[in-house]
């Protein structure tokens, strides 16, 4: 598997954005506008997606006459990236303070499916 730079220095906006195109899968300039807290000018999103796109993040594709924009990093890549660099961050690496912070959530209900998953993978972790 390619491994993608994911670049830990990306502005605000830029992190914004590379965050709504993940989430969408595909998207525009206006969407991602619509998608943004406190939206810059149409213009300033462009930017953003140039320098996106420079720093090999997304891509860019003209769909009827517009262009879209998709996620240049696998998305199951920058789910870890992503959830390697929280519990670094908020959980000083704790694999299982980030678990308990998740699972001790209130309403959270796991299927019969997930439970055993999470059962195996921690026998697993246990096991190293």
């Known amino acids: ?15 914004q954005v590379l965050d709504i195109v993940l ?6 300039a ?3 506008e619509r998608e943004l807290p406190d939206p ?7 930017s953003i997606l140039r320098i996106l796109t420079n720093k090999g993040l997304v891509r860019k594709r003209s769909s ?14 920058a789910r870890t990236h992503g959830l390697r660099s929280l519990v670094r961050n ?3 690496g704790s694999a299982g303070e980030a678990a308990c912070a998740l699972l001790g959530q209130k309403g959270v209900k796991l299927s ?8 195996a993978m921690i026998k697993e972790a246990r096991g190293k």
Not at 40 to 46: D, F, G, K, N
């Open 64 to 77: 009827g006459g517009r262009d879209c924009y998709t996620s240049a990093i696998p998305v199951a890549e």
């Open 23 to 28: 989430r969408l899968g595909s998207a525009n």
């Open 1 to 15: 598997m390619e491994s993608f730079p994911l670049p830990t220095a990306l502005s605000k906006r830029e992190r």
């Open 40 to 46: 810059p000018t149409y213009s300033a999103v462009r």
């Open 112 to 119: 019969r499916e997930e439970a055993a998953k999470l059962i």
């Open 30 to 32: 206006r969407d991602i």
């Open 90 to 92: 908020f959980f000083g």
